[in-house]
């Protein structure tokens, strides 16, 4: 008979920085390919990472972290909706052949350039300072500007992007809880901004992903917005 999990003697991730946590994982390592972590359990090992994303029956809990978060916020469930993210099965398969041909080879290589210079962007402050956290000064700031240009949000709105993107985010932190009004404002806001953008494409189409992702159809099946 399997023993329930959460009887287990299992170590235990909980640091309070990405440093503290990254050598707990390491410790944790060392035990057991299982440990606690605050909102859950944390796979310590790539293997096992590789098996459990590769499973059919393991399933993606994003529309369950307002519950392992104790959230009961009406404010955070009445505008949750289903998305490429959160959905399973036959529904995420639909959804990725809607978007599937907006991705291509062809696209991607035509960011590059931008790519680049984002990232030297990025980087040269490194190089000057001869030290780096690199989570926290490249892989945190590099995708906002990229996401931004392949929507087709105007270069003069990127930090705005920025910055309801950082408070939409707070969503995944371990202390939403704390933050559920700057949440629910981040998400209004860009809301508001997005439909706009899709209005505006609607009627001026462009080069650009949000105009790809318009146009798709499927045998009549359509993104809605």
Same mark, same amino acid.
């Given at each position: ?13 909980? #640091?309070?920085?990405? #440093?503290?946590?990254?050598?707990? !994982? ?16 944390? &796979? ?14 393991? @399933?993606?809990?994003?529309?369950? $972290? ?22 399973? #099965?036959?529904?995420? &398969?639909?959804?990725?052949? $809607?978007?599937?041909?907006? @991705? ?16 030297? #962007? &990025?980087?040269? =402050? ?16 590099? =995708?906002? =500007?990229? !996401? ?11 930090? $705005?992007?920025?910055? &309801? ?22 998400? $209004? ?15 001026? =189409? ?7 992702? !318009? ?11």
């Amino acid at each position: 008979m399997a023993t329930p999990v959460r009887e287990l003697e299992l170590p235990v991730v909980d #640091g309070a920085d990405r #440093g503290a946590r990254r050598d707990q !994982i390491d410790a944790a390592r060392e035990q057991h390919w299982l440990a606690r972590a605050p909102m859950g359990y944390l &796979l310590t090992r790539y293997e096992d990472c590789v098996k459990v994303l590769r499973d059919a029956r393991w @399933f993606s809990a994003l529309a369950l $972290l307002n519950q392992t978060r104790g959230i009961d916020d009406p404010r955070m469930t009445e505008r949750q909706r289903p998305s490429i993210l959160s959905t399973e #099965g036959t529904e995420h &398969l639909r959804l990725r052949k $809607l978007v599937g041909p907006a @991705f291509t080879p062809k696209q991607a290589d035509a960011m590059r350039p931008l790519m680049r210079e984002v990232v030297e #962007g &990025l980087v040269d =402050p490194i190089a000057e300072r001869g030290r780096s956290e690199f989570v926290t000064d490249v892989c945190d700031p590099y =995708p906002i =500007p990229i !996401i931004c240009a392949m929507v087709g949000a105007p270069r003069e709105d990127w930090q $705005l992007f920025s910055r &309801l993107a950082t408070s939409v985010f707070r969503f995944f932190d371990e202390d939403a809880r704390d933050h559920v009004d700057e949440i629910v404002e981040a998400r $209004l806001e860009m809301d508001a901004y997005v439909t706009a953008l899709i209005e505006e494409r609607r009627a001026a =189409p462009a080069d650009d992903l949000l105009t790809d992702l !318009i146009r798709v159809e499927e045998e009549g099946d359509r993104l809605s917005d």
